[in-house]
């Protein structure tokens, strides 16, 4: 009798495709400081490493290389501000009885 080899990883492979590709570049937040001093920030759950940067920068970065686990990119500039919403007025005096 022979048994057929069953892959049980969902993606067929050991790590899921990549959320990021080479020479996109996206708006990310700097969360916190790696060992080797680069700044770490998150694209949809993947770790990415930006040299000279610090915790609390937004920027935009270009990915330069993407390996297993991690992605390394470059800053290109400052991060584009999000619309605020317009906050409601509040009232000049408040009513009095």
Do not use: C, H, W
């Amino acid at each position: 009798m022979r048994y057929e080899r069953r892959d049980r990883r969902p993606y067929g492979r050991r790590f899921p495709p990549k959320p990021v590709e080479m020479g996109k570049e996206y708006d990310v937040k700097i969360e916190e400081t790696s060992r080797r001093g680069e700044g770490i920030a998150r694209i949809k759950g993947l770790v990415t490493f930006v040299p000279n940067t610090k915790p609390g920068d937004q920027v935009r970065v270009r990915i330069t290389r993407i390996s297993r686990r991690f992605a390394e990119a470059e800053v290109v500039g400052e991060a584009a501000e999000p619309e605020e919403a317009a906050e409601p007025e509040e009232a000049a005096e408040p009513e009095e009885k």
